[in-house]
């Protein structure tokens, strides 16, 4: 199966849709209570088409800033959350805010150097919280929880350790149970997505990312099942999604890769951006994939598969420059993919870009 490598150019040009027609433009900006703290992967969207709505979340120290906001960008309701406290003398660091959507309920997950929380969608109740076990790390290693995905009735989440953590969620009330925990990462997870399976047997359906680059995929079911490895190169994986079998990884390379997730064949090698990718997302309707880095460029591409040769190809579509801002969030507001927004570090609002 071939490989192949594409070069976007230079960081401090234009994209092939700049010089033209533009693809997006600037909306409204939605404020924020503060700012998004320099982590990758901080935003979360949820979209909610039967009340026009949209909620966005991103953390900051100890908080994760809640809001929804009409399409316009109005923003109609904040809300606050804090990380629990757990042991310790100082307040602990929210690392990740998720909203999980489960066939049956949707879950918000805060993730922390304490442990993880699971709230109702909206942030009003915590139904439960799960303490982080430092018992195996040395004085000077940092105790965290990151990397946050639903399987089915599954919440999966990433440990310091390279651990993963699997919760069998119930159809509704508060009776969460840690039901596995996964042992494939020498060192620590930074990201984890999925997809449904469509109940298709011996389907890998979620993938799990690390500090050393290593990708591992997953069957999930009552007892989650490695199916294939992807050896790192020395790059952190910072950022990963799954659609239709294809991963996407990101890497503090600036490039991304597109492997097959039932072999793990590289595909594609991008080489996207001229410093490290801090976010990924896909609209998964039309295969669209967002990459997002510290170079101030969020990138979008057109993702395929040949109808005659299976191979997956890639088309660059737009390219939005984000001045002076050191990008650490990015994510489709839709699943078509007509509509993105944008977190950067020290940046009080978030940014949204519409279709035009």
Request: contains cysteine; proline residues 6%.
């Amino acid at each position: 199966m071939r490989t192949c490598v594409v070069s976007m150019v230079a960081a401090d040009s234009e994209g092939p849709n700049d010089r033209g027609v533009r693809m997006f433009r600037r909306e409204r900006s939605i404020p924020l209570r503060g700012s998004a703290a320099a982590l990758c992967n901080n935003l979360s969207v949820l979209q909610l088409p039967l009340r026009n709505l949209t909620h966005f979340g991103v953390v900051h120290g100890p908080s994760a800033h809640l809001l929804s906001a009409a399409p316009e960008g109005v923003p109609l309701a904040q809300r606050q959350l804090h990380a629990k406290e757990g042991a310790g003398v100082s307040p602990p660091l929210i690392t990740q805010v998720h909203w999980c959507v489960l066939p049956f309920r949707v879950l918000l997950v805060l993730t922390s150097h304490r442990g993880i929380q699971m709230y109702e969608s909206d942030g009003s109740v915590m139904v439960y919280w799960h303490a982080l076990d430092s018992g195996d790390a040395s004085p000077v290693q940092a105790v965290f929880a990151r990397g946050i995905a639903s399987s089915g009735h599954f919440i999966c989440v990433g440990t310091w350790s390279g651990r993963v953590l699997v919760f069998d969620i119930p159809a509704k009330g508060p009776n969460i149970v840690l039901s596995e925990e996964l042992a494939a990462h020498p060192t620590s997870v930074t990201d984890i997505a999925s997809e449904p399976a469509q109940g298709q047997d011996c389907v890998a359906d979620m993938v799990t990312a690390d500090d050393s680059g290593l990708l591992c995929i997953w069957r999930s079911g009552p007892e989650f099942k490695l199916s294939t490895q992807i050896p790192g190169f020395g790059v952190p994986c910072t950022s990963v999604q799954l659609w239709q079998g294809t991963i996407a990884a990101g890497y503090g390379n600036g490039q991304v890769r597109l492997y097959e997730a039932s072999t793990g064949t590289l595909h594609i090698q991008i080489n996207a951006h001229a410093r490290a990718i801090c976010a990924l997302d896909l609209a998964p309707d039309v295969g669209k994939l967002l990459t997002a880095a510290e170079d101030t460029f969020v990138h979008i591409w057109k993702l395929s598969r040949s109808s005659e040769s299976g191979y997956i190809e890639v088309e660059h579509c737009h390219g939005e420059c984000v001045p002076d801002i050191q990008v650490c969030g990015a994510r489709f507001c839709d699943p078509s993919g007509n509509s993105f927004a944008v977190t950067g570090y020290d940046l009080a609002e978030i940014l949204r870009f519409s279709s035009m």
